[in-house]
């Protein structure tokens, strides 16, 4: 591991951040004439079916109250790159970015406060388990940690030099992070010790999202996905159909659910469960919709899934159907 850390900055921002720059100039496909706002989304969260917040490049934030058939743009001071996203509750949530950036809500993002982290490292994926205790990562290792709804964070970085790139805990006390070289750690305790699992592969892990305390699946380069039955003791691969023409794409998030789970990635790539994940296949997608990339899921209960990525690109997903929604589309004064 030590002698690839000369090669982590520039892979991060290759694989994670810089795709702007690649995909910039993709076009945004739109199936309805709406107001649309442009900003590459990296992250979407929903608490139940209709409720959700998404968040993206320079510091936007959304909020959506009808199952994401419209979207507010919410007021943040920043313009930072937010990265994740994630409420406990209605009203509770932290959004992290770049530069150990963090935000706090208590009003559903009425209002956003600006929290301190222990140090300024990029934060890749944030987790808030109850209206006091959030958990966030990222690079070099960055684990963070408040049990006091954020007044202070504490430095939990684990030892080992590995980008952080995905949290996930079921209740309070157990839960899991994945991310560089295979990396799947694993709690018992509320994350006062975090211990290695394995995972069978040193192929970098995108995202990671159990069901259960013994049912998980995580994704990552190369169209790797990984399914545990037993809690993340044993680990084993699987192979996702993702189709002729997406073979071998990143996959970047995933979420599980007790039947019905979504995965999607670069190219357009979007694979559907509905079998606890025992088996993935792709949803075939229109030409437009392979120019894009897909970094955010969400699950809206039932077989119903939302997704976001470049140029707020959006699409819902039913069972194995999508509804192409183009830009979210974005309502009130703050729409641009």
């Not at 991060?12 to 690649?22: A, Y």
């Not at 079921?170 to 018992?188: N, P, R």
């Not at 990984?226 to 995933?254: C, F, M, R």
């Not at 919709?289 to 140029?311: C, D, E, P, Y």
Request: glycine share 12%; hydrophobic share 35%.
């Amino acid at each position: 591991m030590k002698k690839m850390k000369q090669k982590r900055i520039p892979f991060v921002i290759l694989v994670f951040l810089s795709v702007l720059l690649v995909l910039t100039g993709s076009s945004v496909y739109a199936a309805e004439e709406k107001q649309v706002y442009g900003d590459h989304l990296y992250s979407v969260c929903f608490i139940g079916d209709k409720e959700g917040w998404a968040a993206g490049a320079r510091g936007s934030v959304y909020h959506t109250t009808d199952g994401g058939m419209n979207w507010e743009r919410q007021t943040i001071a920043t313009e930072i790159l937010l990265l994740s996203i994630s409420f406990c509750d209605s009203k509770t949530g932290w959004v992290v970015g770049k530069s150990g950036t963090i935000f706090h809500t208590v009003d559903g993002g009425k209002t956003w406060e600006e929290q301190k982290a222990p140090k300024r490292k990029q934060l890749l994926a944030v987790k808030a388990v109850s209206p006091q205790k959030c958990w966030a990562s990222g690079d070099w290792g960055a684990v963070f940690y408040t049990e006091d709804s954020g007044k202070t964070w504490e430095d939990r970085s684990y030892p080992e030099d590995v980008i952080i790139y995905a949290i996930d805990f079921k209740g309070e006390e157990e839960g899991w992070m994945a991310g560089e070289f295979g990396s799947i750690l694993h709690t018992e305790d509320g994350g006062k010790n975090w211990s290695p699992q394995k995972s069978g592969t040193e192929t970098t892990l995108f995202g990671i999202s159990f069901s259960s305390k013994q049912h998980g699946v995580a994704v990552g380069l190369s169209s790797i996905m990984l399914i545990t039955d037993d809690g993340g003791h044993t680990w084993q691969p699987i192979k996702a159909n993702t189709g002729e023409s997406t073979e071998g794409q990143a996959l970047y998030d995933v979420k599980l659910g007790e039947n019905y789970g979504i995965a999607a990635g670069d190219r357009g790539t979007i694979v559907t469960t509905n079998d606890s994940g025992k088996t993935w296949s792709s949803i075939p997608v229109p030409l437009e919709v392979k120019l894009n990339w897909f970094s955010g899921t969400a699950l809206l209960g039932g077989n119903r899934g939302f997704i976001v990525g470049t140029r707020s690109a959006a699409i819902i997903t039913e069972g194995n159907q999508i509804k192409v929604m183009g830009a979210i589309p974005v309502v009130g004064s703050q729409a641009k």
